[in-house]
């Protein structure tokens, strides 16, 4: 069974950086959509960055020119680079292989998320 470890969290101010990593137990990120996910505390679980295969990335509105998502096929490792961190982006981030609907949005094809790795984002 193919396994996601999400790394790369920590504490940092406002206006910094973090880049987070997603590393995959098999080689399914390189023949996958696979996307970032989040959850603030109290808040439900979003979608924020996806990598398509064969397309350009996708964000969401809160994070786009912020964030930059991208892969390593070799490594089989997929990558978030968040710049210009605010407050808001604290949360436990999370990384998904996603399957895509006939309208064109995504889910997370894995049930069984892994234990993610958590931003805060604090002065």
């Known amino acids: 069974q193919v396994q996601l470890a999400e790394s790369g969290g920590g504490l940092v101010q406002p206006g910094g950086s973090l880049r987070l990593s997603c590393a995959a137990s098999?080689?399914?990120?390189?023949?996958?959509?696979a996307g970032w996910y989040r959850q603030a505390p109290g808040k439900e679980r979003e979608l924020v960055a996806v990598?398509?295969?064969?397309?350009?990335?996708k964000y969401a509105d809160s994070v786009k020119g912020r964030f930059t998502i991208s892969r390593d096929n070799a490594k089989n490792t997929m990558y978030l680079q968040m710049n210009g961190l605010k407050p808001e982006d604290t949360a436990v981030y999370y990384c998904?292989?996603?399957?895509?609907?006939?309208?064109?949005?995504?889910?997370?094809?894995?049930?069984?998320w892994g234990q993610g790795t958590k931003v805060t984002v604090s002065s």
């Open positions: 098999g080689s399914i990120l390189s023949i996958s959509t």
């Open positions: 990598s398509p295969i064969g397309g350009s990335p």
């Open positions: 998904n292989v996603l399957g895509t609907y006939d309208s064109g949005s995504y889910y997370p094809k894995f049930g069984s």
